[in-house]
């Protein structure tokens, strides 16, 4: 079992910066791939950001390519996202994910209880 408990999300204006961060328990972590979500108001949730479990390869969807940054720290137990050039359509609940082994968008072991990004315009 693992569990996983999002921080640093908040109200930002255009423009500016957040880190998330994703603290997960157990001692396994680094067999785990860790990825990022959100979910918009009225929308479904969406795919943020990925991190193999090394740290090694990283994926991002096309609209936050450039502008965030996901990374991890195993002996942490920890992983980030660094969200820059914030967008107001950016704003949404963000879900930390872990799946243990490759990472697969579509099936995730362990989701966390999220945290809520705001960016005003």
């Known amino acids: 079992q693992v569990q996983l408990v999002e921080s640093g999300g908040g109200l930002v204006q255009a423009g500016g910066s957040l880190r998330l961060s994703c603290a997960a328990s157990?001692?396994?972590?680094?067999?785990?791939?860790m990825g990022w979500f959100r979910q918009a108001p009225g929308k479904e949730r969406e795919f943020v950001a990925a991190?193999?479990?090394?740290?090694?390869?990283?994926y991002y969807a096309d609209s936050v390519k450039g502008r965030f940054t996901i990374s991890r720290d195993n002996a942490k137990n920890t992983v980030y996202l660094q969200m820059n050039s914030l967008k107001p359509e950016d704003t949404a609940v963000y879900y930390c994910a872990a799946r243990r082994g490759s990472w697969r968008e579509y099936d995730i072991d362990y989701w966390g209880k999220g945290t809520l990004v705001t960016v005003s315009s």
């Open positions: 157990g001692r396994t972590f680094s067999s785990y791939a």
């Open positions: 991190v193999t479990w090394s740290g090694g390869t990283t």
